[in-house]
């Protein structure tokens, strides 16, 4: 199985913290929707041989579009890929673009799936963040979205430095009360460029505090399962039956193809991207080449991205399967790397699966990093 990644590079306004790859200039849109066309007509001898079963549109801010941008591209896979009979095909959207219409037409197009991004129930977080829409806004949607859809997501931003503990569990609560089947669920984070980090840096807003964050990451982890949802991977936290497909299979490894400016793509042996620009982007398209990068992975290469993968998971990382896909030096190299965090109980052997604690699942990606053979280690 194989995913179809459609990058979608429009917003309306910029979020503080967000340093992801869009335009808040709609110009050029109508360009775009016929280089992403192009480009999966360029492209659709790379998943020859495989079944296509997810189709994901984020961004930026898919809700962008209409139904019928949207269905043009799908269709557009459905044309030119061997697609599943039943696909899951999702659409980032924020609350401000799904009016009461366009929740309709969306309910009876091909998109199954919406990840709503509320992140916060409150105004003065969501003023903080620089969202483009408010806190009644983010419930109505959710509220006509359950009418339309049964498989909804929605995200939620924890860590946010003017949100006290308090605020952080009513969000919770409110977001259980629409008995939505996932939430995705992210720590700010202050990535450099951003107008969070140059706020942060001129002392205009506090700083990031780690250990607040890491608090209300814990109660979101014991308040979810609480409710019945499986925290199947770091950010993610699903009802049974409603993991997103689409991520899953990006964190088990398998293909999966990004079209757009900014979007990456991966086969099993190597990861490309393409530019980050919408000009250049467009006009490479338009001219018949594909304007993108690609790096070969090495062996150490794939070790590292499944044990950053794995950790994140509920799957953990397979002790057996390091020995015959890499070898029993990686595996005892794994194991010695491991030791003392296993000893910290950050992580610990459940049977031949390495995992993480929930006292170390905070800390999952630098965990990671410790278990990551660097290129100086020597290979046998």
């Not at 630098?366 to 660097?374: E, P, R, T, W």
């Amino acid at each position: 199985m194989a995913g179809v990644y459609i990058h979608i590079p429009f917003c309306k306004q910029a979020c503080h913290y967000c340093d992801f790859h869009f335009s808040t200039s709609l110009k050029k849109k109508e360009e775009m929707l016929l280089a992403l066309e192009k480009e999966l007509l360029m492209r659709k001898e790379e998943l020859t041989g495989q079944v296509v079963d997810t189709i994901y549109f984020g961004g930026g801010t898919p809700s962008v579009l209409d139904t019928q941008e949207t269905d043009r591209l799908i269709q557009t896979v459905l044309d030119h890929y061997v697609v599943g009979e039943d696909p899951e095909i999702t659409l980032e959207a924020n609350p401000d673009d799904l009016s009461s219409e366009k929740l309709g037409h969306f309910a009876v197009s091909k998109v199954n799936r919406l990840s709503i991004g509320v992140q916060s129930f409150f105004d003065e977080d969501l003023r903080f963040m620089n969202r483009a829409h408010n806190a009644e806004q983010a419930r109505a949607t959710l509220a006509m979205a359950r009418e339309q859809f049964d498989n909804i997501s929605i995200d939620l931003i924890y860590g946010i430095p003017i949100a006290e503990d308090e605020r952080w569990k009513q969000n919770i609560e409110i977001a259980l009360s629409y008995q939505v089947p996932h939430i995705s669920s992210y720590a700010l984070t202050v990535e450099p460029g951003t107008a969070l980090k140059k706020f942060i840096d001129k002392g205009i807003v506090p700083e990031v505090d780690d250990e607040k964050a890491e608090a209300q990451f814990r109660h979101l982890v014991t308040t979810l399962e609480s409710a019945g949802f499986l925290h199947y991977e770091l950010s993610n936290f699903g009802k049974p039956g409603y993991f997103s497909r689409n991520n899953t299979a990006y964190w088990q490894g398998k293909t999966y193809l990004g079209i757009g400016p900014s979007a990456h793509s991966f086969n099993g042996q190597q990861r490309s991207w393409n530019i980050s620009n919408n000009t250049l982007y467009i006009k490479g398209i338009q001219q018949g080449r594909l304007p993108a990068e690609t790096e070969i992975l090495t062996q150490r290469d794939l070790y590292n991205e499944y044990v950053m993968t794995g950790l994140r998971t509920m799957w953990g990382v397979s002790l057996q399967r390091i020995e015959q896909e890499f070898g029993s030096h990686f595996r005892e190299y794994l194991l010695r790397q491991a030791e003392r965090h296993l000893e910290d109980q950050y992580l610990y052997l459940d049977g031949d699966t390495l995992r993480v604690s929930l006292k170390g699942k905070f800390l999952s990606d630098g965990l990671a990093a410790d278990l990551f053979m660097l290129p100086l280690e020597k290979k046998t």
